[in-house]
């Protein structure tokens, strides 16, 4: 005889069944669930032991699933300039034992695309998400990204926040005071991109490169220039992919930054 168990959901509908047990009588009298998600049924067998009603205990392991997680949840672009684009990812992980099946994903705000737009990953994996926004209207943008997945907690979002300002100065109110970081270009780049500054008056000048860590990986110019524009041209070739920013300082006199400072967002892809 052998024992039949079934699962059901809530509604009564099977969602498996297995059997268990030998030749002879195997009765089964309790079903517990473990904190794991799987099962423990004790009764009696005749069929296995020394075949005098011996205990007879099987555990069921878990069943397969995905677990979602993401990190950050949310994402603050900062402000940008009308006709400028700024890329940001999200990491998404499944820390399940199935694999998580990204079957879309989508933003609620179409100045925000991402990419991929689907995926598979496996247990004990991670993917990147790029989010992209595009400048394209002034004022304040904001939206989510919604991930639809098998995993129990489908679906999830992740929150994107932006600021876009015209970026546009009247002619007759351009002086020479003033000191501008451009967004550099291309951006997202693969090798190389360009950055161009503009120095309102002569002073001690840096232009550093630095991960998301914090840590200094290029040193553009540390140097005394004088009034003017100038592009400087980057090169990443020894750098894994990620996000990493460019701080521009302006000193009366080396070392300082009494002028001006200001740091943007690049994104080197591989």
């Given at each position: 005889?052998?024992?039949?168990?079934?699962?059901?959901?809530?509604?009564?509908?099977?969602?498996?069944?297995?059997?268990?047990?030998?030749?002879?009588?195997?009765?089964?009298?309790?079903?517990?669930?473990?904190a794991?998600?799987?099962?423990?049924?004790?009764?009696?067998?005749?069929s296995?032991?020394?075949?005098m009603?011996?205990?007879?205990?099987?555990?069921?392991?878990?069943?397969?699933?995905p677990?979602?997680?993401?990190?950050?949840?949310?994402?603050?672009?900062?402000?940008?300039?009308?006709?400028?684009?700024?890329?940001?990812?999200?990491?998404?992980?499944?820390?399940?034992n199935a694999d998580?099946?990204?079957?879309?994903?989508?933003?609620?705000?179409p100045?925000?695309?991402?990419?991929?737009?689907?995926?598979?990953?496996?247990?004990?994996?991670?993917?990147?998400?790029y989010?992209?926004?595009?400048?394209?209207?002034?004022?304040?943008?904001?939206?989510f990204?919604?991930?639809?997945?098998?995993?129990?907690?489908?679906?999830?979002?992740?929150?994107?926040?932006?600021?876009v300002?015209?970026?546009?100065?009247?002619?007759?109110?351009?002086?020479?005071?003033?000191?501008?970081?451009?967004?550099?270009?291309?951006?997202?780049?693969?090798?190389?991109?360009?950055?161009?500054?503009?120095?309102?008056?002569?002073?001690?000048?840096?232009?550093?490169?630095?991960?998301?860590?914090?840590?200094?990986?290029?040193?553009?110019?540390?140097?005394?220039?004088?009034?003017?524009?100038?592009?400087?041209?980057?090169?990443?070739?020894?750098?894994?992919?990620?996000?990493?920013?460019?701080?521009?300082?302006?000193?009366?006199?080396?070392?300082?930054?009494?002028?001006?400072?200001?740091?943007?967002?690049?994104?080197?892809?591989?």
């Amino acid at each position: 005889m052998i024992w039949w168990l079934i699962k059901t959901d809530a509604g009564g509908n099977e969602e498996w069944s297995a059997t268990y047990g030998g030749v002879y009588s195997d009765v089964g009298y309790e079903v517990h669930q473990t904190a794991d998600g799987g099962y423990i049924v004790v009764g009696h067998t005749l069929s296995y032991g020394a075949g005098m009603h011996d205990v007879y205990l099987i555990r069921l392991a878990p069943p397969a699933r995905p677990l979602f997680t993401v990190s950050p949840d949310s994402l603050w672009f900062g402000s940008l300039v009308v006709g400028d684009t700024l890329l940001d990812s999200v990491r998404v992980q499944n820390q399940g034992n199935a694999d998580l099946i990204i079957d879309s994903v989508a933003s609620t705000n179409p100045f925000f695309t991402v990419s991929p737009v689907s995926g598979i990953i496996l247990p004990d994996s991670s993917t990147h998400f790029y989010i992209q926004l595009i400048g394209a209207v002034p004022g304040p943008q904001e939206g989510f990204i919604i991930f639809h997945h098998n995993g129990a907690t489908s679906t999830d979002s992740v929150l994107v926040k932006a600021d876009v300002i015209t970026g546009f100065v009247p002619l007759e109110e351009i002086t020479i005071d003033d000191y501008v970081l451009f967004q550099n270009y291309p951006n997202p780049f693969n090798a190389s991109t360009n950055i161009k500054i503009r120095i309102a008056e002569k002073g001690y000048i840096t232009l550093r490169i630095f991960n998301i860590l914090g840590d200094e990986v290029a040193v553009l110019v540390a140097d005394w220039l004088d009034a003017g524009s100038y592009h400087f041209e980057f090169h990443a070739s020894h750098l894994p992919s990620g996000v990493y920013f460019y701080r521009l300082t302006a000193g009366s006199e080396r070392g300082a930054s009494d002028n001006f400072e200001m740091t943007r967002k690049l994104v080197l892809l591989r």
